[in-house]
């Protein structure tokens, strides 16, 4: 090997549990009343998305999404209205990776911050003045 590689030998790709940390420690940065709701949303970590997501949203290429809020929005929700399934934030590590490898002067974790607070968003049914309010740091 190489000198020039020698100190990345042991290094490997962050796995699904540290974008797990990343994403949860994004929710620990938000403010009340909005971190204890945003805790209480499932977060899935999945290297890609479904097949079936890529088909219904009409997405060819799985690195074009990199997060994914499945739900109703609260704006948008009725008192008759029944869950028709268990809401939850999404995140891809590969789409995120492969951003992360484009924008290397933006930290991995702001930008699984902003994926996740672009997602969590949708479910609050924020606008984006109102994200850069609340979470400006996700920006």
């Known amino acids: 090997m190489p000198a020039a590689h020698a100190p990345y030998a042991g290094l490997s790709a962050p796995d699904i549990g540290v ?3 990343l994403a949860r420690a994004a929710i620990d940065r938000l403010p009340e009343p909005y971190r204890s709701l945003a805790r209480a949303l499932p977060l899935r970590v999945e290297d890609f998305p479904p097949e079936s997501v890529l088909d ?4 060819d290429d799985a690195f074009e999404l990199t997060g994914l809020y499945d739900g109703v929005p609260l704006t948008e929700r ?3 209205d029944q869950p028709q399934r268990p809401e939850a934030i999404w995140l891809f590590r590969r789409p995120i990776m492969d951003e992360w490898a484009e924008r290397v002067e933006v930290p991995l974790g702001e ?3 902003h ?3 672009h997602e969590l968003a949708h479910h ?8 850069a309010r609340i979470a400006p740091w996700a920006e």
């Open 78 to 80: 009725s008192v008759a």
């Open 111 to 113: 930008l699984v911050a």
């Open 124 to 131: 609050f049914g924020w606008s984006d003045d109102q994200i």
């Open 115 to 117: 994926a996740y607070v």
């Open 56 to 59: 219904e949203m009409g997405i």
């Open 19 to 21: 974008f797990e940390a």
